[in-house]
């Protein structure tokens, strides 16, 4: 008996929470056109763009140095042998340096990303929820993701939260 009051309680609880899921109002934003219209995102991706130049710029002068090794290796028929497995041996050192340089660079720019981003990201995602709040919606969904595959209708609010960051 007692587990049958359990079981009925748990049915009566999911219905409930079933029910009122159901009468919510639904939104959906599109968070990477917020945020491609933000001036604080373009100056983040202003700052990234420059910070990868670095890179690349380093990469470039790995790129020429390699470049360099290999013509020597190839058309200097002076090099002795024991002179052409060294510079092989240098050539393939360097390429594992330039291996490890990607590496690097891609873990330093995904690191400076989200230290750009993130701050903007929490700010603009605390905009949406008191958007939503303020406009009786129950649930925000992002469209931007091209995740969702089916779901109720719903409004679209980015245009209240432009509104609410002042975004013409």
Known sequence: MKHLRIILFTILATTAVLASAQ????AYINSQELLSL?????????????????????YQAYGQEYQNLVNEIQNNPALTEVAREAKVQDAVMLEQRIQQFEQDSQTKLDNKKAELFQPIITATTETIKTVAKE??????????LSVLIMAPEGDDILPLVKKKLNIL
């Open 135 to 144: 406009n009786g919606y129950t649930y925000v969904i992002d469209n931007s």
């Open 23 to 26: 009468q919510g109002k639904i």
């Open 38 to 58: 933000l001036p604080e995102a373009k100056v983040a991706n202003a700052k990234l763009t420059a910070y990868a130049k670095e890179f690349e710029t380093q």
